[in-house]
Nanobody, 121 residues
Framework: QVQLVESGGGVVQAGGSLRLSCAASGTFIHVGAMGWYRQAPGEQRELVARITSGGSADYADSVKGRFTISRDNVENTVYLQMNSLKPEDTAVYYC???????????????WGEGTLVTVSS
């Protein structure tokens, strides 16, 4: 069984910073790409940033220069440092990881339950 647990959400004023963490636990053979998505009320879930197991990262245009994604391959944890936050960054942030488990089903995507980030103006 695999679990992704996010932490670090909260309420912050515009211009402030938050750091999200997501740790993968359970039984798996390999951790592939990890990423952060967000979903604002009434909107579709969108990619914020993702990072490969080798450390290559890409970002949504709306967060470039403000957010930084990183990962710890020993702790199977992905981070999202969010600076210069804007009210439009308000959303539930979800962690996603591509994992290979011993089930023989190959690489599959797993989601965390989400953490709420609220940016006040």
């Amino acid at each position: 069984q695999v679990q992704l647990v996010e932490s670090g959400g909260g309420v912050v004023q515009a211009g402030g910073s938050l750091r999200l963490s997501c740790a993968a636990s359970g039984t798996f053979i390999h951790v592939g790409a990890m990423g952060w998505y967000r979903q604002a009320p009434g909107e579709q879930r969108e990619l914020v940033a993702r990072i490969t197991s080798g450390g290559s990262a890409d970002y949504a245009d709306s967060v470039k220069g403000r957010f930084t994604i990183s990962r710890d391959n020993v702790e199977n944890t992905v981070y999202l440092q969010m600076n210069s936050l804007k009210p439009e960054d308000t959303a539930v942030y979800y962690c996603k990881a591509v994992l290979v488990t011993p089930t023989g089903l190959g690489a599959m995507g797993y989601w965390g339950e989400g953490t709420l980030v609220t940016v006040s103006s």
